[in-house]
């Protein structure tokens, strides 16, 4: 079973959509959570970072992490075509701290069409 | 806004032929990493490095493999005879200390003919 398991899609929603994103992982340490936005042959751009179980939102963006399910998802209100591009997720485990090494997973490529 | 930057952004070289992949931190920042990714494939982790020396290093890291900070900016890694499956995407993360997450540079394209 892989660490981290992400759809990679694509997804494809209209402009306006509420897009809901969702990683699974297997391994309980992780306990630091993030999103990175990936946009093509560039570097992932860091969008939410959760510690831990709960909710987070930030804009247009909410992140939230089941630790009892292993599950995380990321919800983008209001999409917005230049919301296109692919998201991954990422997870370091509770021992190496929040400077440990990121494990990601596969990625979900997203287009809002107009 | 300070940002990681990566030369070159793209890189050919010939089968065993030595590369060095640059990088120039956000200054201040005191954890560096490496990860590349491979296209279609994940972001895959290869090094960290922390205090001029390394802190993790995954499975892909073998001898082939090392890296520097050979002044107060850039951070380098250097594969030493380059292999077909070395080609991917190179990126350079830096983080600061107390911290939350690492920030990413924009990658090296290294192509291995």
């Known amino acids: 079973q892989k660490e981290v398991e992400q759809d990679p899609g694509p997804l494809s929603v209209p402009e306006g959509a509420i897009v809901s994103l969702n990683c699974t992982y297997s391994?309980?340490?992780?306990?630091?959570f993030m999103w990175y936005r990936q946009y093509s042959r560039k570097g992932p751009e860091l969008l939410m970072y959760t510690y831990s179980s709960g909710n987070k939102e930030d804009g247009r963006f909410t992140a939230q992490v089941d630790k009892s399910s292993k599950y995380i998802s990321l919800f983008i209100r209001d999409s917005q075509p230049s919301d296109s591009a692919t998201y991954l997720c990422?997870?370091?485990?509770?021992?190496?701290?929040?400077?440990?090494?990121?494990?990601f997973g596969q990625g979900t490529t997203l287009q809002v069409k107009p | 806004e300070p940002e990681v930057t990566q030369t070159p952004s793209h890189q050919v070289t010939q089968m065993g032929q030595e590369v060095i992949l640059r990088c120039v931190p956000i200054?201040?920042?005191?954890?560096f990493y490496w990860y590349r990714q491979i296209l279609g494939q994940k972001v895959e982790f290869l090094v960290s490095?922390?205090?001029?020396?390394?802190?993790?290093k995954s499975e892909i890291f073998d001898d082939q493999f090392s890296v520097e900070r050979p002044d107060g900016s850039n951070f380098t890694l250097k594969i030493r005879s380059t292999k077909l499956e070395d080609s991917a995407m190179y990126f350079c993360?830096?983080?600061?200390?107390?911290?939350?997450?690492?920030?990413f540079g924009p990658g090296t394209r290294l192509l291995v003919l």
């Open positions: 391994n309980s340490a992780f306990q630091y």
């Open positions: 990422a997870m370091i485990e509770e021992s190496s701290g929040n400077t440990g090494k990121l494990i």
């Open positions: 490095f922390y205090n001029n020396e390394i802190s993790e």
């Open positions: 200054s201040n920042h005191l954890y």
């Open positions: 993360a830096s983080m600061l200390a107390g911290g939350e997450t690492q920030y």
